[in-house]
């Protein structure tokens, strides 16, 4: 199973960008995809996660209502829209699969996701 983030890059405060998740290997449709982040010298965080059957997304606090994710069902993959960055979401963003399908309270840990991309780096300059 391989999972790959693309569509991070270098963009002003104020901007937008869409980050993709691709795999081989795995049905997304099945899956709930979490999306992660870690900043220079800070643990990598919690940023959301969509379920199976696009039940309820969740976002962490600090990107709701700036971040939406969403799924291209044709291209078996994941998005995350990101809009109105803020030097603060400057991390590597990573996605992951939990085969369980199932996003919920528990959906912020690391342990509850099967498998890794690489991550993709977002800068934000102010």
């Known amino acids: 199973v391989q999972l790959v983030e693309s569509g991070g890059g270098l963009v002003q405060a104020g901007g937008s960008l869409r980050l993709s998740c691709t795999s081989s290997?795995?049905?997304?449709?099945?899956?709930?995809i979490g999306w992660f982040r870690q900043a220079p010298g800070k643990a990598r965080e919690f940023v959301s996660c969509?379920?199976?059957?696009?039940?309820?997304?969740l976002y962490a606090a600090s990107v709701k209502g700036r971040f939406t994710v969403f799924r291209d069902t044709t291209k078996n993959s994941v998005h995350l829209r990101m809009n109105s960055l803020a030097p603060e979401d400057t991390a590597v963003y990573y996605c992951?699969?939990?085969?369980?399908?199932?996003?919920?309270?528990?959906?912020?840990?690391?342990?509850?996701?099967?498998?890794w991309g690489r991550g993709t780096q977002v800068t934000v300059s102010s």
């Open positions: 992951a699969v939990d085969d369980q399908g199932v996003c919920g309270a528990y959906s912020w840990r690391d342990s509850n996701y099967n498998y």
């Open positions: 290997g795995i049905i997304f449709d099945d899956a709930a």
């Open positions: 969509i379920a199976r059957r696009n039940v309820m997304p």
